[in-house]
T-cell receptor, first 109, second 116 residues
Framework: GQNIDQPTEMTATEGAIVQINCTYQ??????LFWYQQHAGEAPTFLSY??LDGLEEKGRFSSFLSRSKGYSYLLLKELQMKDSASYLC??????????WGAGTKLIIKP | DVKVTQSSRYLVKRTGEKVFLECVQD?????MFWYRQDPGLGLRLIYF???????EKGDIPEGYSVSREKKERFSLILESASTNQTSMYLC???????????????FGAGSRLTVL
């Protein structure tokens, strides 16, 4: 079966760095997405990786290793507003998105 | 900004009732999707549509139907609501061919349905 694994919850301190991991086993691979979802709000797109390596976008970076079925989202200089759930999703060989259950990130002052 | 609007944020219905969830997007996106989001589970695709009057089943279509009579509107219908359909329902849209490039989803804020 197809599976996306990410930690259920993480806690970090304001100003610090946190890495949220995502491992996947899917039927084929056509890209990996990260979305951010604040409580009670719509998920919003953060990043897209289709080739191995690191994609940097301001304070957020996303890394992909296709051979390992692994990605991470790196958040630097954490702010209180980064408290949210982070959803990892993989597009499979049928171009359908398979979603992880999300990682709830709690930022403490 | 692309906007996806779901008409009802909170609904409470009784078992057996017919439920309509409406979704409208204002950026001429070809593709529209209905997901449900439950605690501890990833988003699960119910139905999607890549053109007016076209619909495709997702992973969990049982107990649901959809309608897309206009490009901007995609409705989710629960013919006879059941308690196991209590959930958060998310509508999304995207531009261009599904699977091409990033094909980013833009989501609505969700409709939380409780079936008693």
């Amino acid at each position: 079966g197809q599976n996306i694994d990410q930690p259920t919850e993480m806690t970090a301190t304001e100003g610090a760095i946190v890495q949220i991991n995502c491992t996947y086993q899917t039927s084929g691979f056509n890209g990996l997405f990260w979305y951010q979802q604040h409580a009670g709000e719509a998920p919003t797109f953060l990043s897209y990786n289709v080739l191995d390596g690191l994609e940097e976008k301001g304070r957020f970076s996303s890394f992909l290793s296709r051979s390992k079925g692994y990605s991470y989202l790196l958040l630097k200089e954490l702010q209180m507003k980064d408290s949210a759930s982070y959803l990892c999703a993989v597009r499979d060989s049928n171009y359908q998105l398979i979603w992880g259950a999300g990682t709830k990130l709690i930022i403490k002052p | 900004d692309v906007k996806v609007t779901q008409s009802s944020r909170y609904l409470v219905k009784r078992t057996g009732e017919k439920v309509f969830l409406e979704c409208v997007q204002d950026m001429d996106h070809e593709n529209m999707f209905w997901y449900r989001q439950d605690p501890g589970l990833g988003l699960r695709l119910i139905y999607f549509s890549y053109d007016v009057k076209m619909k495709e089943k997702g992973d969990i279509p049982e107990g649901y139907s959809v309608s897309r009579e206009k490009k901007e509107r995609f409705s989710l219908i629960l013919e006879s609501a059941s308690t196991n359909q209590t959930s958060m329902y998310l509508c999304a849209s995207s531009l261009g061919e599904i699977g091409s490039g990033a094909n980013v989803l833009t989501f609505g804020a969700g409709s939380r349905l409780t079936v008693l």
